[in-house]
């Protein structure tokens, strides 16, 4: 197995759980930097700021900078900001989300006919007026986007509902669908994370624990390596008949040996 020019790592399920580093991971991350490889983080999980991500990552002893960690959430932003107009957008969102529309002078308005889009994502004070607000803004003639597509965030003893709630309730009582997703397997995101590394895409390696979104990167050109420490199961991967990972190991740490890093 050839070794890629860079990885992107995962964060929920790969590299942690909930404020616990998954064992053998921060050892194996600072093996791959000291061959000169570089790293990026990437995560769908939108209620953290790049920043927070940074104070997260330190405490556990891995070394970063805020340009060294992607989100899903940066990911829409950035290419909110990237539209020729300047649209408002509803977003049913967590502080962290909004905060950063704000930042970047992305336009929001909380009134249906002025909304271009409706932006779901994680949301855990979801709520009836939310999704009535959402619900007017579709049926006036705003498009449907998220951050992220995942069902749920992995959590020590089980999960969070995540995005894929949010993005099923308005669908269900809107009669339309997601536009698409900012976040992992998106080629939006691909792309974002290829600009950061300054690589083509084969030359990346995407490593996750969920087959959906992160080996679902294969699609754009990725190498992928699924890690057996947050969302597969071996019965799940051995049911899956969807984009197939590059490699799969027990964890990070066994992965990077077998390419002797």
Request: glycine share 6%.
């Amino acid at each position: 197995m050839r070794v890629p020019k860079a990885f992107v790592f995962d964060l929920d399920g790969t590299v942690y759980l909930s404020d616990t580093p998954i064992q053998g991971v921060v050892s194996a991350i600072q093996r791959v930097r000291a061959h000169g490889i570089p790293v990026l983080f990437l995560s769908n999980n939108p209620t953290k700021t790049p920043e927070e991500y940074v104070t997260k990552l330190s405490a556990m002893g891995i070394s970063v900078t805020p340009n060294d960690v992607l989100t899903s959430a940066v990911v829409m932003v950035e290419w909110l900001v990237a539209q020729p107009t300047s649209p408002r957008v509803y977003p049913i969102a967590e502080p962290a989300l909004i905060s950063m529309l704000h930042n970047a002078r992305i336009l929001l308005s909380d009134t249906p006919h002025e909304i271009d889009y409706v932006l779901a994502s994680f949301d855990r004070t979801f709520s009836y007026p939310k999704l009535q607000i959402a619900f007017d803004a579709v049926r006036a003639g705003a498009i449907l986007i998220a951050t992220n597509p995942d069902k749920f965030c992995p959590v020590p003893g089980g999960g969070q509902p995540d995005a894929a709630a949010i993005i099923a309730a308005i669908e269900a009582c809107t009669d339309t669908k997601l536009a698409f997703t900012a976040g992992k397997p998106s080629a939006i995101a691909a792309d974002a994370a290829a600009r950061r590394l300054a690589l083509p895409l084969d030359q990346i390696m995407m490593v996750g624990d969920r087959l959906e979104t992160d080996i679902g990167m294969g699609h754009t050109g990725m190498q992928t390596g699924l890690v057996m420490t947050g969302a597969t199961t071996p019965a799940i991967l051995a049911a899956w008949n969807g984009q197939q990972p590059t490699v799969v190991a027990d964890d990070v740490g066994v992965l990077l040996a077998r390419m002797s890093l």
